[in-house]
């Protein structure tokens, strides 16, 4: 259950109906919104005395039945579709949003190249990884601050939004300060600490799924986030672990209509990890297009066969304005779906 409470309910009555849950023996999550409290409801009981109890209680506006173990984020709680701002730019909104760039930050060189090649051909946010979560510890484990401080520089001559990946609660504060969207790595997606330290971080978070994690722990994932202070989560599916050896990774092509079934977040394919293969990333992205999904985040490098990390799944600019190029008349037609329909463009298509 939640319960949202009125714009400008006094303490008084969130007290009280604060209160009045713990009455029916359930425990209290509340966030304090911008513009209103909303209390989660936890645990079990008389779901239906509860509700209606609530519901004639001062103060509350809506008081509502989940019946997901994710609440915030589930479409139970909220119809419409949300719309994420990041930079200046909505995503989940009206526009389709492209993030680009290398997998790592490795030069000043390499990352003001590949922003302005990416910012030229369309995309609306730079990528790279300055704190790199890598299978060996012995190889590059990323540029840290440096690579923050030529991700800022790189957004200074472009104007590009900054995505970036945050490995550690440690680090939170340092990354904020830099990044305009917090990226969760797959490795990450249950690194609980982590994820309530980003509940507070001031920016919004994008969190990818883990390895081999199913769609409900994706969102029980983004449910701590939320849980924690901060409903500004977009999802993005980068591929899960199967048997199947052709690709890096499995593309759960299926869980971005399923996702926006069951949630409102915003949702975003990644293509690259999802493959492992550049030959096979433009033909993903189209699909991520076509099925809904709210934008990509791809990986591109001036020079892929010099990457210090995943050259293999990396576009070449010149790929990459291509692969624009193929997808325009894609995300003319998502436009068109999206301004027709109030919650979700998904299906007309
Ligand atoms: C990345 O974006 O470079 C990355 C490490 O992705 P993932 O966490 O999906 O493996
Ligand atoms: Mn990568």
Same mark, same amino acid.
């Given at each position: ?8 309910a006094? %303490?008084?009555?969130?007290?009280? @109906? ?7 023996g ?15 409801? +936890? ?20 008081? +509502?039945? =989940?019946?997901?173990?994710? %609440? ?13 701002? +990041? ?21 000043? %060189?390499?990352?003001m ?77 249950q690194?609980?600490?982590?994820? %309530?330290?980003?509940?507070s971080?001031g ?30 989560? =977009?999802?993005?599916?980068?591929? =899960? ?30 293509p ?9 990333v ?8 076509a ?6 985040? @791809? ?8 990457? +210090? ?40 298509l």
């Amino acid at each position: 259950m939640i319960i949202s409470m009125r714009q400008h309910a006094t %303490k008084e009555e969130i007290d009280h @109906v604060c209160e009045r849950i713990r009455d029916f023996g359930y425990r209290v999550h509340s966030i304090d919104g911008e513009e209103r409290v909303v209390i989660g409801v +936890v645990g079990t009981g008389d779901v239906t005395a509860c509700l209606e109890s609530l519901e004639a209680t001062p103060g509350v506006e809506r008081a +509502v039945r =989940i019946s997901a173990p994710y %609440k915030f984020v589930s479409r139970e709680f909220k119809k419409e579709h949300s719309a994420i701002r +990041v930079n200046g730019l909505e995503v989940g909104g009206a526009e389709f949003i492209v993030m680009a760039g290398p997998c790592s930050v490795e030069s000043e %060189k390499q990352i003001m190249e590949t922003a302005e090649a990416v910012a030229e051909a369309g995309a609306r946010m730079l990528r790279g990884g300055a704190f790199k979560p890598r299978t060996s510890p012995y190889d590059f484990q990323g540029l840290e601050l440096e690579g923050l401080k030529l991700l800022r520089k790189a957004k200074e001559a472009t104007g590009l939004g900054i995505i970036t990946e945050i490995m550690s609660d440690r680090d939170v504060d340092l990354v904020a300060e830099y990044t305009d969207c917090m990226q969760v790595g797959a490795r990450n997606m249950q690194n609980f600490a982590l994820l %309530k330290s980003l509940g507070s971080c001031g920016r919004p978070v994008l969190l990818k799924r883990g390895l081999s994690s199913t769609i409900k722990e994706l969102l029980m994932s983004a449910e701590y986030v939320v849980a924690h202070g901060n409903s500004e989560v =977009i999802l993005c599916e980068r591929g =899960i672990r199967t048997f199947e050896t052709a690709t890096r990774n499995t593309c759960d092509i299926a869980a971005v209509p399923v996702l926006n079934e069951l949630t409102h977040l915003p949702v975003v394919l990644d293509p690259s990890h999802a493959t492992g293969k550049r030959s096979l990333v433009p033909a993903l992205a189209r699909a991520g297009v076509a099925i809904g999904a709210d934008g990509l985040i @791809v990986e591109v490098h001036p020079c892929p066969e010099k990457a +210090v990390s995943d050259g293999a799944q990396s576009l070449t600019p010149a790929g990459f304005r291509q692969m624009m190029r193929d997808m325009a008349p894609y995300i003319r037609l998502w436009k068109e779906a999206r301004a027709q329909s109030s919650t979700l463009a998904v299906a007309a298509l």
